[in-house]
């Protein structure tokens, strides 16, 4: 984060032709295992990564809010709160600070006027939940700014209403709730539907490996908002508000009442549940071959069960796979269709892993991968 604090103090300050009053940050997230799960009220596994979203914010003498995105050539938005706040049909990035506005609004948060500059170095369109960052890091800086306290889970709360209710995207809470809640050095099993957390260490012989596909996620959004509305019709027919209440031994009766690709749908939900279980077990007790099972049989559900895997994807695992053996564990993360894979090796294999993939990678696919070495990281604070 070194470089992108004094790049956001003199964006702010050339823009805006003042200092900044607070800083807020945010980390992105890699979910470890549990692949939508999370809006079926179930449980998921993932740390906040140590890439940053930073929001810095200013008091206006009005009630407008003009915002300054750093990472997208300088564009600016600008809007007012005392009128109805609008969709802005050609900068995405905006409607997440509106989006942002509306929900804390709705909660009833004294807001008004400010200025407010964006930065990051979360990878966009990755799966790495940059949008979430953003929204939790500026949730974060108009509490800050305006003196209204705001637990973090409730920071999350807003960041995934904007999300639902205004940007569109039907996204479960975890992405947030990382962001909002992470701790250094640990993954956290979040539980979906009661919002308990449960610190989980990852142990110090592993080393936390991300790999950008660099394929484009143009299908992202519909074909995640397609699979939860497949995962509600699944549980609106066994009469059930969510997937979390089905077991799987009501499912395997039932299943041939489902429509097949649904029975899919389904059946990847409640196998994954039980694999985030048997991976904090597994992580609690060092046994690394066991994590490189349950992360194996994850990424394979997500190829041939919820389908969101890509050609590109399957090869990326196949390399990383190959190298950790039975010494880590490797699959796809985030919402599909692209975006990264998270590996989980012993350290020693790095090098290794990291030859592996700039050689092969390329060959098999044509397109050139982005690696990340990283480390489980705190989640929002106030910078200053």
């Known amino acids: 984060m070194s470089e992108l604090l004094p790049a956001i103090e003199l964006g702010f300050r050339e823009h805006f032709g003042s200092k900044a009053v607070h800083i807020t940050r945010a ?10 799960t999370d809006y079926n009220d179930g449980f998921v596994l993932p740390c906040a990564v140590e890439y940053h979203t930073l929001v810095a914010i200013s008091p206006r003498d009005d009630r407008e809010v003009h ?93 995934q209403a904007a999300e639902n209710n205004f940007v569109g995207c039907a996204c479960g809470i975890m992405d947030q709730l990382i962001s909002a809640t992470g701790r250094e050095h640990f993954a956290v099993a979040i539980d979906c539907r009661d919002l308990s957390l449960t610190p989980q260490a990852i142990p110090s012989s592993l080393a936390l490996m991300i790999v950008n596909s660099n394929v484009q996620r143009g299908l992202v959004d519909s074909e995640y908002n397609t699979r939860r509305q497949q995962c509600e019709a699944a ?3 066994f009469g059930l508000s969510s997937l979390r209440d089905l077991t799987l031994a009501e499912f395997n009766k039932r299943e041939q009442e489902l429509d097949p690709v649904v029975a899919k749908r389904t059946r990847h939900v409640l196998e994954e549940n039980q694999r985030v279980h048997d991976t904090q077990i597994a992580l ?14 994850s990424h394979n559900s997500m190829r041939d069960l919820f389908e969101i895997t890509t050609p590109q994807i399957d090869s990326l695992v196949g390399i990383l796979a190959g190298v950790a053996g039975e010494h880590g564990g490797v699959r796809m993360t ?44 705190a989640g929002v604070s106030l910078v200053r």
């Open 334 to 377: 985030g919402g599909g269709f692209g975006g990264c894979v998270v590996a989980l090796l012993a350290k020693e294999r790095v090098a290794t892993a990291i030859e592996a993939v700039e050689s092969q990678y390329h060959v098999q696919t044509g397109l050139d991968p982005t690696i990340y070495l990283t480390r489980p990281s």
């Open 284 to 297: 609690a007790s060092n046994d690394i071959a066991a994590v490189s099972a349950l992360m194996k049989a």
């Open 235 to 237: 549980a609106a027919h």
């Open 27 to 36: 980390p992105g997230r890699v979910n470890l295992i549990g692949e939508h």
């Open 67 to 159: 915002t300054l995105a750093l990472d997208w050539d300088g564009q600016t938005d600008s809007f007012s709160l005392d009128s109805s706040i609008a969709f802005h049909e050609t900068q995405m990035w905006s409607n997440y600070v509106r989006g942002v506005c509306v929900e804390m609004l709705a909660r009833g948060h004294q807001l008004s006027g400010c200025n407010i500059a964006i930065t990051g170095n979360v990878p966009q369109g990755a799966g790495l939940s940059s949008s979430a960052a953003l929204e939790v890091a500026l949730a974060s800086a108009m509490a800050a700014q305006f003196g209204v306290e705001i637990a973090p889970v409730d920071l999350a709360l807003i960041g």
